[in-house]
């Protein structure tokens, strides 16, 4: 780590002003998450940022504060009000939803850049966690109760910032993938952070350490994020036969090498062999698709989980939801790490499910049976297994993990998810168990991942 920058009162109110928690706990949030396991970082410990300013700096830091907290720009307030509204790493994550759902280049992988941004502010989070507890720097109106603060103060040592952690790893991250808006996402970085020292609840020197940190962290997650092959160009052959998928250029068919985050390799929970496609099973499996009662609903929700919020975003929308429902949201390592596992199992999920659909290569149900006519036009690579179902029923899995009141509504959903592709023509049924299989297997991976950390 290269040392703190000290901070500049005039660079800092200029910057402030061009950018224009936690109430009532009786425990410190999260004393242990500086332990928990880290995904590109060795540990939080290996990032332990340099030592905070001494007595006397952090009275003049103080004093600086009682200033700019009592500012009476409007835009303070909203910008102020903007960034504490949950979690550090939940306007990141609404910003991915937002531009997704609303066609915003995303990269030809959008759940690639949910990963790693989800990585980076976790291990970020983790790294700041471990920082905090080890120098136990209190709050700055803990040590001047005269200073006024705008929000009410976390249950955490206030060394370095985590709202500058996780801002400065996620703008790194957002910057790499999408260059072209780098100096957008840096602004926004420093937005974030700058928010909490409006907010009176962080020093400026806590904003600087956070905001290294965060970049130091991002760097690493790119190091993984640049060698886990998904540059690869395709360059193989579509193979011939019966029950074999006819097509060109087949979508996703590198995808079975990528790197997994916690799967050992792709084809680690490698689907069954699927059945000959003469067999009296599969006339039975394709009848069954082409007889299936459309109606307006089913129809109405095929035609949802087949839109970018169905296939990426709904899931990270219910967590966010969820997390403001039961307070998840005030606790910053906690949040960041649901975030990441569902990133997480989406991201190792597809890699596996494209695995076993590139192994066997087998045929949609309109190959199979002209007769059959989709609802929409089936994605260009092999059935089986469904990617929807192994998707949804291991985001679903998770959900039900973090959520346990609401497990059976996800598994619920989950299930709708999978069975809107039968309803709409394009999987068989032995497609959605296949992938509901394998989603279950990965999800359970994450979970064990997880369970050593509670």
Known sequence: ???????????????????????????????????????????????RVPPPPGEAESRAEIAWLKGVTAETDPRIAEQVQFWDAGAPAYRWIDMMVKRQTGGQAMTPFPHRVFTYVSMAMHDATVAAWESKYFYNRRRPSETDPSLKTRVAVPASPSYPSEHAAAAGAAAAVLAAMLPGEAAAFEGLAEEAARSRLYAGVQYPSDYFAGLELGRHVAQKVM????????????????????????????????????????????NE??????????????????????????????????????????TFTDFHMLLSRMMFEDH???????????????????????????????????LRPHQLDSGINPLFPAPNFPSYPSNHSALSTARAELLGFLFPARKDAMTALGKEAGDSRI?????????????ATMGRAVARRFMEWMDSDR
């Open 328 to 362: 998840l949201d005030q606790n910053p390592p906690r949040s960041a790490r649901a975030y990441a596992m569902l990133a997480g199992v989406l991201y190792d999920t597809w890699i596996a499910s494209n695995d076993s659909k590139y192994a066997y290569w087998y």
């Open 1 to 47: 780590m290269t040392r703190i920058h000290r901070f500049s009162l005039a660079v800092l109110a200029a910057g402030l002003l061009n950018t224009a928690a936690v109430q009532g706990q009786n425990t410190m949030i999260e004393p242990g998450a500086g332990n928990w396991k880290t995904f590109a970082i060795p540990s939080g410990k290996d990032y």
């Open 423 to 435: 309803w709409a023509g394009i999987h068989y049924e032995m497609d959605n168990q296949a992938g």
């Open 269 to 310: 929970f490698r689907s069954e062999p699927p059945p000959d496609c003469r067999s009296e099973r599969m006339r039975a499996e394709s009848d069954a698709v082409k007889n299936f009662p459309r109606t307006l609903q089913t129809n109405m929700r095929a035609f949802y989980f087949h839109s970018p919020e169905g």
């Open 223 to 266: 190091e993984r994020a640049r060698a886990d092959g998904s540059d690869a160009v395709w360059a193989g052959t579509v193979p011939s036969g019966p029950c074999m998928w006819t097509g060109t250029n087949p979508g996703n068919a590198t995808m079975p090498n990528w790197r997994p985050i916690l799967l050992r390799s792709g």
